[in-house]
């Protein structure tokens, strides 16, 4: 090769150089910066947050397996169920269903499901409890009243049977439950049937009680109060919030009901006072199915609970 190529050459090169020193500015000369450790992402499974399934009733409807992956790819790791008939949890046997929640990472806690007021056999109570222990469930909730049977000798007789119902539960490992409303909170002649009826006629050892923050609060009433008054008998949490505050009412109205941690309801209070509710579980539900946004309003929730509420 001759000189002047030589030279040619170590000119090419030197530019080059020249260049990436210029490409990567000051940098190119520093000790590469340190990174910020990445922030782990939390696990919101591990708060246990349960969803009821009522919720999201017409998605279910639409499509069970895909609304079921959407819940749990959220973060909901438990699920109380509304659907129970002839046997079967959302048309499919109970081993079958329990398999497919189990599958994607989530458990069977409760489900709902009603003694009317006409009563209901023993015969068909043992079939009840004979299923839903099939499907693993921790607790079986009377979850409504209908408004014929809002009076004091339906709620009588409707309590006398969910005892026994209660009693057939407990032989095969079930927790039977009720879910209120606002409407057992109405005085009716001098009685309010939540407190003098309900609390005092239910056998403790056999019906907890499925307290719903929302309803309750309509109905005038302070959740921690009760807790305070019923140590205990609580065991399970319905959270859903209200967009606006109103006098106390007794009429089954949810026009307003929102995204836990999007209302005015202290939940954090509520949560903070749960060893003396003697609380085990808790549950998202939105009777409204998010007012047309249903898995964005039930993201909202888990999103509130697990950054803000729970810790």
């Known amino acids: 090769m001759s000189t002047n190529q030589k030279r040619r050459d170590f000119i090419r090169m030197s530019a080059a150089g020249a260049l990436g020193v210029v490409a990567l500015g000051p940098m190119a000369c520093k000790p590469k910066a340190k990174q910020a450790p990445a922030v782990a992402e939390v696990d919101k499974k591990s708060f246990g947050v349960g969803l009821q399934l009522y919720t999201l009733r017409d998605a279910i409807a639409a499509d069970l397996m895909g609304t079921l992956k959407k819940i749990s790819e959220m973060g909901y790791k438990n699920v109380e169920l509304a659907n129970y008939a002839n046997g079967k ?103 309010v049937p939540y407190y003098d009826i309900f609390m005092p006629e239910m056998d403790a050892d056999l019906i907890t009680m499925e307290l719903d923050m929302y309803w309750a609060t309509k109905a005038g009433q302070d959740p921690v109060e009760m807790f305070k008054k019923y140590p205990g008998r609580f065991q399970l949490f319905h959270f859903k919030d209200m967009a606006r505050s109103s006098e106390p009412f007794y009429d089954v109205v949810k026009d307003d009901i929102t995204s836990v941690g999007a209302g005015l309801i202290d939940f954090k209070r509520i949560w903070d006072a749960r060893e003396t509710a003697g609380a085990k579980y808790m549950f998202v539900e939105d009777d409204n199915q998010g007012n047309g946004k249903p898995f964005e309003a039930v993201e909202i929730s888990i999103n509130n609970l697990t950054s803000k509420i729970l810790v």
């Open 89 to 191: 949890f959302y048309g499919l046997a109970p081993a079958e269903f329990k398999k497919v929640v189990n599958d994607l990472g989530m458990e069977i806690i409760s489900s709902h499901t009603s003694v009317e007021a006409e009563g209901i056999s023993m015969d068909s109570a043992k079939k009840m409890a004979d299923d839903h222990a099939l499907i693993g469930v921790k607790y079986c909730v009377q979850p409504w009243v209908e408004e014929k049977d809002r009076n004091i000798e339906s709620y009588k007789k409707m309590i006398a049977d969910w005892n026994q119902v209660g009693e057939v539960m407990k032989s095969v490992g079930i927790q039977f439950g009720y879910h209120n409303h606002n409407f057992e909170f109405a005085n009716i002649d001098g009685v």
